[in-house]
């Protein structure tokens, strides 16, 4: 077997393992003061908050599928899976071995998307075309990403060409990292734009044949669809630093333990961010990026001198409750503050309709 090629350490090498949003800030933050390598299975970044509306909108597409070497000019990018670390190499899927001085674990949650851009672009044109051509439409998960896209079909598609939406959930109500409250003005805004909205019932359309159109809930009712689209929340992308020097740093949920400096098992030159982390908070985009820049700060703190005294590097705080905003639709958006709720186009402003859809920390 041949032996894997090496890109050998600088002595201020930063690797970057995961290209999302946290990844993917620091990343383009730190590539003027360090050797910055990102290393990424894709070789683009994706806005998560838009990418929803790029399957209804193609004027959003290419504002939100950004190529990596477009933001990040003066960094290396590794298109590959990151499948090993030591203490002072990252192992990856194309036989490179990275070296690094300081390692950030950005993996976040597991990648579904092809590699490449272009093939990313069809998978969002072939999206279009199926919402395009159906006349229902099922969408499986109740959560932020199953509302939004329920709520962007219904608006983006007026009559003639209206499209009957029907959302199934699990749960006893929408939207579970939200208050009840917030919960139900979501429910009562998608029913009043006519969605047909199933709680408290499951339904898996990938076991029913490719031609389906119809399936069955685990309550027994039966849903028409001409095209379905599921929602549910992917697994964290954890699951090979089981096998690394890091095993001992991943709890039962698969989460790496940090520490205030956001740094794993208190160690000097590796750190976490994003949902990756057992940071106690909900895992929002926002809150993705404030770790990324807490990062940032304490690798040019140690980049520049070396070693830092504890007290010197900067500390995450956490929210203990966070503000969350759901969009519904281009006009309207569901905000949640730690004191109350409202519905409208207001938080609609606050969340605004183009989605803040630049590269990476703007």
């Known amino acids: ?4 090629t090496m890109l050998r350490s600088t002595g201020d ?42 399957q209804v909108d193609p004027i959003a597409l290419d504002r939100t599928v950004i190529p990596h070497d477009e933001y990040l000019s003066h960094a290396k990018v590794v298109t590959a899976c990151a499948t090993g670390i030591d203490d002072s190499v990252v192992l990856t899927s194309i036989g490179r071995a990275v070296a690094y001085d300081f390692l950030v674990i950005a993996t976040g949650r597991t990648c579904t998307r092809p590699p ?12 279009r075309r199926r919402i395009d051509g159906a006349k229902s439409v099922l969408i499986v998960g109740g959560g932020p990403v199953g509302v939004e896209l329920a709520a962007e079909i219904v608006i983006s598609y007026a009559y003639p060409d209206k499209k009957a939406v029907t ?16 919960a139900g003005k979501a429910l009562d805004w998608l029913r009043y734009k ?46 090979w630093l089981r096998e690394t020097f890091l095993k001992d740093h991943v709890n039962d949920k698969g989460q790496l333990a940090v520490d205030e400096h956001l740094r794993v098992g ?14 106690a908070e909900a895992k929002h985009g926002y809150l993705a990026q404030r770790q990324a820049m807490v990062v940032s700060r304490n690798l040019k703190l140690l980049l520049v001198k070396g070693s830092v ?15 969350m905003t759901v969009t519904l639709g281009r006009y309207d958006a569901l905000a949640e503050l730690p004191f109350m709720s409202f ?10 309709r183009e989605l803040f859809i630049t590269g990476p920390g703007g």
Not at 167 to 182: I, S
Not at 309 to 323: D, I, N, V
């Open 1 to 4: 077997m041949a032996e894997p």
């Open 13 to 54: 090498r930063v690797v970057i393992v995961g290209g999302g949003i946290a990844g993917a800030l620091l990343a383009k933050t730190l590539q003027n003061h360090a050797d910055v390598v990102l290393i990424d299975p894709k070789e683009y970044f994706e806005i998560p908050w838009a990418n929803l509306r790029a």
């Open 116 to 127: 490449k851009r272009p093939d990313r672009i069809d998978m969002f044109h072939e999206d």
């Open 167 to 182: 959302l199934v959930h699990g749960g006893a109500r929408l939207l579970e990292a939200m208050g009840p409250r917030a």
């Open 194 to 239: 006519g969605v047909t909205v199933l709680l408290d019932q499951t339904v898996d359309p990938a076991s029913a044949p490719p031609d389906a159109r119809e399936f069955t809930t685990s309550a027994g009712e039966t849903v028409k669809a001409d095209c379905y689209f599921v929602c549910a929340s992917r697994p964290l992308a954890s699951a």
């Open 266 to 279: 208190g160690m000097r030159n590796v750190f976490a961010v994003g949902d990756i982390t057992d940071v």
């Open 309 to 323: 005294r504890e007290e010197k590097l900067h500390r995450y705080k956490p929210g203990a409750k966070s503000t």
């Open 343 to 352: 519905l409208g186009s207001l938080p609609g402003a606050v969340k605004p």
